[in-house]
């Protein structure tokens, strides 16, 4: 699918990060976006920044129906709705044993059911108008997830489980799917947790969003199954698969001990 004038986007998290990135470069190439996170402030002075007209959609990602509201309010104030991605997300790095439970519920409502909400509530408008396309924005740890990322994880492979059969569900319907693997991408993501996140994060050097943002626009311009930035994301996740012992070596090497404690 083409993004050019005329294109209609909705992008949730977008006050800020990698959303935000996206939004913005979706806009500079014509589309009409759909502002989508909670921050209504920040949508707001976004959608001023922005060159072109576009809608603020103050929104929990996690309340099924403020989401239907939301996209049925895009729809039908620009006539439609061409692409849809489910981007908003967070985390709490913590081990298991000690992470509270609710911390678990709020990735779990967020970052998996969001998504599902969101794809659930444009789903029929993308099929009515027989056309469109869909990103899910997932992440390495939905391929390999770190210690300390035990529930983020597994939202991230939640959504990679997700958006894999939907895009075959969808075969012959003119709607596609691409699923985002990001590496680390410099966004305020762990803001609120940098003093306890684990050794293997501080070794790591952290991407620009923008460049994630314009591969995620030639990613669906090239109706792309995948998208993974830094490339080394997918080598992880091929290894990974068939080999855990050997990712794990590799991830000991390259990322230190806390990356991989065990190595058997
Ligand atoms: N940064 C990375 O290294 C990295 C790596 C892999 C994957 N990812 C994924 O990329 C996505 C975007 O994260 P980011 O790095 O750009 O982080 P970010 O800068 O913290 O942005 C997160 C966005 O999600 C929105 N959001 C959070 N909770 C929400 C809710 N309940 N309802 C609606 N919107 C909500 C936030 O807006 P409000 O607070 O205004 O609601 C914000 O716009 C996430 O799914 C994350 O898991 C990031």
């Keep these: 699918m083409k993004i050019e004038p005329g294109t209609r986007a909705v992008v949730t998290g977008a006050s800020s990060g990698i959303g935000r990135a996206l939004a913005a470069a979706l806009a500079h190439r014509g589309a009409q976006v759909g502002l989508l996170a909670r921050s209504l402030r920040e949508l707001e002075a976004l959608a001023d920044a922005l060159p072109g007209l576009h809608v603020a959609l103050p929104c929990d990602v996690g309340d099924a129906a403020a989401v239907q509201a939301a996209t049925d309010r895009f729809v039908a104030e620009a006539g439609g709705v061409d692409l849809v991605v489910a981007n908003a997300g967070l985390t709490h790095y913590r081990p298991v044993a000690t992470q509270p439970l609710g911390e678990i519920e709020q990735m779990t409502r967020v970052n998996w059911l969001g998504t599902v909400y969101t794809v659930h509530a444009a789903l029929p408008h993308l099929l009515g108008a027989r056309r469109g396309h869909i990103v899910v924005v997932s992440s390495g740890a939905g391929l390999r997830s770190f210690p300390g990322a035990a529930a983020y994880g597994a939202t991230k492979a939640a959504q990679r489980g997700f958006s894999t059969a939907l895009r075959h569900e969808l075969h012959g319907t003119g709607v596609s799917v691409t699923t985002v693997y990001p590496g680390e991408i410099a966004t305020a993501l762990h803001d609120h947790e940098h003093e306890r996140m ?63 404690p065990r190595l058997h």
Excluded: C, F
């Design 198 to 260: 684990p050794a293997w994060y501080q070794s790591g050097s952290a991407r620009p969003a923008t460049t994630l943002a314009a591969k995620i626009v030639k990613a669906v311009e090239r109706d792309r199954r995948e998208l993974y930035y830094p490339p080394e994301v997918r080598l992880l996740g091929a290894v990974n698969g068939v080999s855990p012992t050997l990712a794990d070596r590799m991830l000991h090497r390259l990322r230190g001990a806390s990356a991989a």
